[in-house]
């Protein structure tokens, strides 16, 4: 399951992010493996907007697809 999937209000645990780069990103919002994360909205055709602590963070769907959660 991924970021992706998630629907509005839904939380989630930060799995693994399979690609480098976008970890070294997330690291710099303080989002790690491990972390639990909540959907703020999910857009249909758009950005996957997340809640972390105050923080509210917009990814595209291509990127929402390469972060693994679980429940």
Known sequence: MSINDLRRGQSAVIGHINKEQLRVQLLRFGITAGCQICCHTNIPFGPVVLKYG??????????????????
């Open 54 to 71: 105050k923080q509210e963070i917009a990814l595209g769907r291509e990127l929402a697809r390469q972060i693994n959660i679980t429940q």
